[in-house]
């Protein structure tokens, strides 16, 4: 019996050898790990890792040196995003093996998201209150989280613009403000705290505050200014 030259061979079987011969050595490099494997992980890791915060997601995982001689993994490879690295946009995912011969590396990505941020449905002037016909959810692709776009109507409707906005802007958390509940020169509660004892006053407060601001009011009794926090319409906390 005798075996047949390559110049022999037919057609379709030289060149599906010749093809063995050409992608052997890059994907399947015997005693090492394949990189495709590698990218699966990293990709899976971060459509997960989206998912769970935004809408939308799409993963393209950049390219690996196929030089790359990592030991093989008897465990199954894990995803994470190493300190520092961030979605959306380009970043950082970083796969590894925790077998008997460990090994991280590192991946490029690039992950863009599709959110529903919170739009305005027309112009707006300084100081007017957002109400529920004032907004509506519009879907948005996002490259970055550079800006704290809001996405819950909860979080717009009753506050006040910081200045004037035009139909269509997209809404940040800087734009608007919560609605004032002291306003200057009103008359409010002081409670001054210390421990478990609570003493209540009269004060005047000397500037608008919403709740959680921090305010100046003057005593009514001793004339003094103190400064408090905003905790309920028309009161102001003072921890002694």
Avoid at 105 to 112: D, Q
Wanted: net charge positive; with cysteine.
């Amino acid at each position: 019996m005798t075996i047949p030259s390559p110049a022999h061979m037919p057609l379709s079987l030289a060149a599906c050898a010749a093809l063995a011969l050409t992608v052997l050595p890059a994907t399947a490099r015997p005693g090492f790990t394949p990189i495709e494997p590698i990218r699966a992980t990293a990709r899976a890791f971060l459509e997960g890792y989206a998912g769970k915060q935004y809408d939308k997601a799409e993963v393209k995982i950049g390219r690996l040196d196929r030089r790359l001689r990592l030991s093989p993994c008897e465990q199954a490879l894990e995803g994470f995003l190493p300190a520092g690295s961030r979605i959306p946009g380009k970043t950082t995912v970083g796969v590894r093996c925790t077998g008997s011969k460990p090994w991280t590396v590192y991946v490029g990505a690039t992950v863009t998201v599709r959110v529903h941020i919170l739009t305005t449905t027309r112009p707006l002037a300084r100081g007017e209150y957002l109400g529920p016909s004032d907004v509506t959810l519009t879907e948005r692709e996002l490259h970055t989280t550079t800006r704290a776009y809001l996405t819950n109507p909860a979080d717009a409707v009753g506050k006040q613009t910081r200045r004037a906005l035009p139909a269509g802007t997209l809404l940040t958390a800087r734009q608007v403000k919560s609605p004032p509940l002291v306003r200057r020169g009103e008359k409010v509660l002081l409670l001054a705290r210390a421990g478990a004892l609570t003493v209540r006053m009269s004060g005047t407060a000397l500037s608008d505050g919403a709740r959680g601001d921090l305010i100046k009011v003057r005593n009514l009794t001793s004339r003094r200014v103190v400064q408090g926090e905003v905790s309920a319409a028309g009161v102001v906390t003072v921890n002694m």
